[in-house]
């Protein structure tokens, strides 16, 4: 069995690891830690893990931790992954971070994030996004991508590959739960039912992750509907030459045969069909007489946009079946 | 015109105060308060009372603001409103308190709401049920009822005052409104969003005027619902005596005749029919061979269940037409 | 008082009307009709219009129809309008149709549509987009705009009249009161919560009312959201030149000045604060270093997106205040 | 591997079960049947189950499933089950029936669904309440309880069993997924969002399963709220005698000693905790001076109430661990 340790496990993205970790066949829970509920419960503190875990959350010790993992999710927030990375990667311990501090280089980050970096090595982070960079297997530290770009990303991907790209614009909705555990002026109820809330709408930081993977000319605009999990992203593609819907599929099918979570769709991708689990979702829509393709894609934001990405990532850093504790068909309804 | 003042103008009733009363044909508002706010213009912090309203947010000052208005809503949260009430009401300015603090006897109110009363008088204030206290025309001090209580005791108030009842349990189901502007783990969308939370299980507050008003063997428990407004209360009625459907509908058509907020249903009643409205729908079911009949009634917590009502009352007050600002349909869908 | 009839009286768009013109203060409702509820109270059908109106549903004779109304409002599926606009015109009576039918040119109508067009003339319906469309008010035949079509064109009309703009994508967001009252997988609420479902992805055909208002390069992709009302459209707008957010706003403000019912929004446009209402609310986002400008507009799809804008267009036709029986806040929360 | 097939494959507790029964360790699921399908890939009627089936629906054929299966799971309307289920027992396998059809005696059953049995025989089903009816696991065929009787016996059974319980009022919250796949008025998004909405108030048939089991005075009223998944049951008990929280919770702990799927808890029950899981999570509250007690169960309707307790019956009838296939956290958030 491969100890896995979890530092930030009240967050969705921890709850939703421990909840897919307690279920993974070759994996022993053995820590998770949280500064707010140190000593106690897990499963008290979130009733819908009881009794699949027995442990208390821990204070963080990245020592301690190291010692009695294999591999260590970190999942805390933006800014903070980093004071955790350096010391468990000095005791050699494996890293998949799912914050966004490993992501960009670090002039990148510096730029993008604001903020001054804060590990003094320029780490040689895999991006984890699993179907493009089969490099995951050999990497000790993983940059688990963010939720946009995970959907983004894969939805055009083997367009941009194929040199047929000129413009992308994202415009994405996310269910609220990428926005955390915390209560807030836009996760109140009353403030997002019936309605849609976009954000960030020319300065969302995930646009980086995008041009990186793709090189392409991109835009990006995130929204929030009145939904917990999912996030649709339509992505209106502008191409160099027209080209038959047929084509395009060909091209998509080749591009992702074998990854068994991305599944091509001949109808529309809906974010119940990837509730809960880890795959995503893609359907091809071509204007006639125009230079515009639509792709959509849905993905379950905490899923395949976060923890469940995370563990197909160290399944593939450990040799196992890139499905471990990740193959189940979605909650519908 | 009338003249009217709002004191405690950011909460949720204290703005549906201002959606009503800035369309009411006979009001002049003139003040508004907010201590968080002051200075602000109010449309700037609630954009959807732009441009019905010029004024700005200003602070509290009570002999300011009976000099300012005939009448005066104090919409601040319960234990505050009996720190303005002897202000204004040395002032010589009428008063609507839509907070708990004059609702119940002083000696009532510190054993329910489990605090000292800081009023050092004990004020004569008519609980503002307007269809059920006509002596709310010669008030100078109206209490406006409870949420809850408003929709559980129009629900059965002919009934009870026929003499017919034994016992009632009250189970009420409100939008996440009731709760408030401040968010809270209840009323973030991932908690509240497919779920319904029942709380103070044994133990709502409200109770006590629901006991008060109709004197018979009364339980209460409250649920919050993924619905922004509107309270449904099913009333389970059991009587003394088996009666026949055209018996209690003969009953309630007496009881509420003339009153024109309520609606007597054929068909169940629904939140949809009564959103954003000052009416109370109500629907009864018999059961077949039983003591039991089930009344259920529908309204907007926000307008019959809190500011409504208010205008409401000081309609009355003021010898206005009772349905003065507050005529229109619903919104459906 | 102006008498007013409506054909298709039971649609969203249908009770809409009855809604707003019950409470119109110009406006004698004198005509309801409905095939399927021809002689029932419309005041059963619909209990939210109880006591609002006291009219039964008639079956359609136009003859009878014009006789008694001095506007006719056409409110009948697209295909459906053309059966009747012929026979009321014929009667001399003014007609706002809410369909499809007479907002394209025959030729360009049954390209789009799909459709043979029935009406033998080519009548000269004004494009009733209210704002731009000041010779409504010499019209007897008005063509009520698409709901997305009228939250779109608002979006950008004064980017595109500056003549700055090269290309636009619609991404529009719809609450699925837009798919009328009819049962529908789509609608099915297992199936439309916790979703946002993009539909017509390439092929909406409201995207022909766009080009011919604009006269740009447009893509429109349409979706409905798990919201009961309101259209957030977010038009990502590719400038011929990059321009600063000032120099943006000030065309918006010379552009729309006197027309009341568009708000322009420091913050971002929400559908919560146009719940209800005819406004349309529009913010702008400048991108950095980049040619695209993003902004969102928000309308409520059955007023301003619909009943609303047809009364607004009856207001202006007849002479009376623009705002008249449309001026009040929206519902929030 | 036991071989199990399923008639009615296509409406959600068809689905559920093959949610269920594809992840099942010891299942093979060997035949799905529609007769609006039959043909058809049911990966493709239903994509979030790609690729986890690779069946193809088929037309009713009794004697052929029941060659090819061991259990057959009967997951068709009330009404029709009793046409299957005659011609399956004849050939000797082990059926669930999912419908109403042989959970009452067949005279109560005519009494209760007002409609003839077709069934010749008196059959001795075992009422699958799998907690109370230990007697499942020598049953060849198990009468699967209705949603709302799980979710209500379970609260309470253990007050009952002790002889505590004088009266009990049973107010019921479901999701709309308990009305089935097919659209309906109640179903239609705009009429069920923001509202909930009371049903056969004082008529719902499942009245007389309660009833059965429990042997004491209950009134049952179902709602139906803007959510798709879940029902939570208030159930507020009149005590014969008042008893103390500590007391109470000792009675259920021993009741339910070694029921690994009923989950006590302390906090109040919520449909989030087991949402997509065969928990019931039950919470107790006492109210002061009074002889009621509150108790408030949780279950998924599609799995505690319908699909996976089908599951856990099957478990127990064939010796294996009750919880197989089962034993998951819930979808939290």
Redesign the interface.
């Known amino acids: 069995m491969i100890r896995a340790g979890i530092i930030g496990g009240t967050g ?1 993205t921890g ?1 939703e690891l421990i ?1 897919l970790l ?2 993974h066949p070759e994996i022993d829970l053995a820590v998770v830690t949280s500064r707010r509920y140190k000593g106690e419960k897990v499963s008290k503190v ?7 875990i027995e442990l208390e959350y821990e204070d963080v010790d990245t020592k301690e931790i190291a010692k009695r993992s294999d591999i260590v999710f970190v999942a805390v927030p933006h800014g903070t992954a980093m004071d955790y990375v350096p010391g468990l990667m000095a005791q050699g311990v494996t890293v998949i971070d799912l914050s966004a501090d490993y992501r960009l280089k670090k002039a990148e980050y510096e730029r993008v994030y604001k903020r001054k970096h804060k590990d003094k090595e320029e780490r040689e982070a895999v991006y984890g996004l699993t179907e493009l960079h089969p490099e995951v297997a050999e990497a000790d530290l993983v940059a688990n991508p963010g939720c946009y770009p995970t959907g983004a990303i894969l939805a055009v991907a083997p367009l941009v590959k194929a040199g047929l790209v000129s413009q992308v ?1 994202f ?1 994405s ?1 996310s ?3 990428g926005a955390g ?1 915390e ?3 836009t ?13 960030k ?3 969302h930081r995930h646009v980086a992750e995008m041009r990186n993977e793709l090189g392409v000319k991109v ?1 990006f ?1 995130p ?1 929030v ?6 996030i ?1 992203t ?1 992505a ?1 593609v502008f191409l160099a030459e027209e080209k038959k819907r047929e084509e395009l599929e060909a091209i998509y099918k080749l591009f992702y045969a074998g990854k ?1 979570f991305v ?1 091509l ?1 001949e ?2 991708p ?8 880890n795959f995503c ?1 893609i359907g091809i ?4 007489d ?1 230079d ?3 792709v ?1 894609s849905a993905i379950d934001n ?1 899923v395949k946009g976060g923890s469940g990405q995370a563990i197909q990532n160290m399944n593939v850093m450990f040799g196992l079946e890139e499905e471990a504790g990740l193959w ?6």
């Open positions: 969705y709850i909840r307690v279920m979130y009733p819908h893990l009881f009794p699949f614009v415009d909705k269910g609220i739960s555990t209560p807030s002026e996760s109140h109820f009353p403030n997002l039912a019936e309605n849609i809330i976009p954000y709408i020319t300065e835009s605009t929204h509907i009145p939904s917990i999990r999912g649709l339509t209106h068994r599944r769709r109808g529309t809906s974010l119940s069909f990837v509730r809960g689990t979702d829509s071509v204007e006639a125009s515009r393709v639509v959509v905490l189940f068909p979605g909650l519908v309804p």
